[in-house]
């Protein structure tokens, strides 16, 4: 059994942006005047658990403004939430530990 592949090394998304970058297209964010330069996975890789042939996402063009710019958001949420949910573990010293001292 090989390395499973990147979502980005998959034929569809090779043949996508090969074909965005012979017939440049708008970008696909609404509102947004430039060319997409870009793919975007929707719903965003980070967001599933992707499976090659399964039809879990959509490809479209976008600028890399709009994209870097939602990944980043998406990975700071993640982030956030993560940090959120960790404590900090603080071990009990051990019993014949002595105690602080006073005398500074």
Not at 5 to 27: G, T, W
Request: hydrophobic letters at 30%; one cysteine or more; charged letters at 25%.
């Amino acid at each position: 059994m090989g390395t499973p592949k990147r979502p980005h090394d998959e034929m569809i998304y090779r043949r996508f942006r090969d074909a965005l970058k012979r017939n440049p297209q708008p970008c696909a964010i609404d509102g947004c005047d430039r060319l997409a330069d870009t793919v975007d996975h929707m719903p965003p890789l980070a967001a599933h658990d992707h499976l090659e042939g399964s039809a879990c996402c959509v490809l479209r063009g976008v600028c890399a403004q709009h994209n870097y710019a939602a990944g980043g958001k998406l990975g700071r949420r993640r982030q956030l939430l993560r940090s959120r949910t960790s404590s900090v573990f603080m071990p009990s010293p051990p019993r014949n530990y002595p105690g602080p001292s006073r005398q500074w």
